[in-house]
């Protein structure tokens, strides 16, 4: 596992959630991102992948069961495209502008899912999403951790990737654990099992010291 040093935007805080389907990402992001605007800071919500004009047809493709059977390489540069044209057109101007981005998703779900998921190499795959996103880090990825079995209960119906094999999110889950236990400085990892308000709260801790960069509205 290559890390490297690096890029961190030196206005407006960065902050990023992953782990497996059904932890709560989208939850969690969405309450803190409500509680930064109430404490008057300029907040981009957003999430991966989709969240662009281009992203959205790529998120078409990548996730819809009606895609059928794609090559992995396909699947992996077709993710690192939308990850280019998101941190390109919502989340690099919106730390230009001081502001604090919330995502719900982003590198390290490509190399938790793509990566230990599909059995490509790992490394490999780093360098293409590092060049594809300028190797722009999070100050803060929080990952909510839970067993593949808990979260994806909570589906009904499932797209491509929800509808992989319990082993393939198992070896997703590990490897969002790996990424954190290598880097504790950028990294809080929760049990996503826990109380929502207890969660949530233990994230506002570790955001905001990074706040000082980030202005008000």
Do not use: N
């Amino acid at each position: 596992m290559s890390r490297g040093p690096g890029v961190y935007a030196e206005r407006g805080a960065f902050v990023c959630f992953e782990g497996g389907d059904g932890s709560g990402k989208s939850t969690q992001s969405r309450r803190l991102a409500a509680w930064l605007e109430e404490q008057g800071y300029r907040v981009v919500l957003t999430f991966e992948p989709g969240d662009t004009a281009v992203g959205r047809l790529l998120r078409e493709i990548v996730l819809s069961p009606e895609t059928g059977a794609i090559s992995d390489r396909t699947e992996a540069l077709l993710y690192a495209a939308d990850k280019a044209e998101h941190v390109h057109d919502v989340v690099q101007p919106a730390l230009d502008r001081g502001e604090v981005v919330v995502t719900d998703r982003y590198v390290d779900s490509t190399l938790a899912y793509q990566g230990a998921g599909r059995d490509l190499d790992p490394d490999e795959l780093e360098q293409v999403a590092r060049w594809a996103t300028h190797d722009l880090r999070p100050h803060l990825t929080v990952v909510l951790d839970l067993e593949p079995e808990h979260g994806l209960g909570r589906f009904a119906e499932r797209d491509r990737i929800e509808g992989e094999s319990l082993e393939f999110h198992q070896r997703a889950r590990t490897w969002f654990l790996r990424l954190a236990e290598a880097d504790p400085d950028h990294y809080l990892v929760l049990d996503a099992r826990g109380d929502v308000d207890e969660v949530e709260q233990r994230v506002r801790s570790a955001v905001e010291p990074l706040l000082a960069r980030a202005v008000r509205s």
